[in-house]
């Protein structure tokens, strides 16, 4: 079936530091690849997607790129803001359903 | 648009209630969704619909879990009788084809 695997958190890093978040996929067939954000209180909002190999995704400075050969989507950003403190969750879809399968969540904090 | 609505936003009820979460999907969306975070076992989607019809309800932990989508606009999750274990946030997605999801700000369940 379906799997994500992703870094264990929690991440703490000082502002302006690079954020690297590590997520790898088992899937069968051709899955989309997503970053969700949630922040504390709220819903699951899209971060950035990438639907097939070798596309990036992209926003707000954050960037992740569908990597096949190592069923990898790893989230970056060059320079971390307090504003991006929020639980970051890897996920996929696939199959004729398009169900989303979630990691376990990174919980990052950013200090000022 | 308001987004996926959520109602309530917090429960708390005694052990052996019924407790009844609501939501109310995006207009025109025609897939719905109820997962359930918790701490230990992270997002797991429980069941959903597809054209107010359940495709899929191998989440549902228990018989005491039942839910339903009575039209395109209105989705139930019930749980009778409830338990402690069954304290979480339950969410509700809702989807237009492809891998567009919108969730809901989630319901916050206690159940003591």
């Known amino acids: 079936g379906n799997s994500v695997t992703q870094m264990e958190g929690p991440v703490t890093l000082s502002e302006e530091a690079f954020l690297t978040i590590n997520c790898t996929y088992t899937a069968t067939g051709y899955p989309s690849l997503f970053w969700y954000v949630q922040y504390p209180g709220e819903g699951l909002q899209l971060l950035l997607k990438a639907t097939k190999a070798d596309d990036k995704g992209s926003n707000k400075g954050f960037e992740a790129t569908y990597r096949k050969e190592t069923t990898s989507f790893h989230l970056e950003k060059g320079s971390v803001q307090v504003s991006d403190s929020a639980v970051y969750f890897c996920a996929l879809s696939s199959g004729s359903a398009r169900q989303l399968t979630f990691g376990s969540g990174t919980q990052l904090t950013v200090l000022p | 648009d308001a987004g996926v609505i959520q109602s309530p936003r917090h429960e708390v009820t005694e052990m052996g209630q019924e407790v009844t979460l609501r939501c109310k999907p995006i207009?025109?969306?025609?897939?719905l969704f109820w997962y359930r975070q918790t701490m230990m076992r992270g997002l797991e989607l429980l069941i959903y619909?597809?054209?107010?019809?359940?495709?899929?309800d191998s989440g549902m932990p228990e018989d005491r879990f039942s839910a339903k989508m009575p039209n395109a606009s209105f989705s139930t999750l019930k749980i009778q009788p409830s338990e402690p274990r069954d304290s979480a946030v339950y969410f509700c997605?809702?989807?237009?084809?492809?891998?567009?999801?919108?969730f809901g700000s989630g319901t916050r369940l206690t159940v003591v």
């Open positions: 997605a809702s989807r237009t084809g492809g891998d567009g999801y919108t």
């Open positions: 619909f597809n054209n107010n019809v359940p495709i899929d």
């Open positions: 207009s025109g969306h025609n897939s």
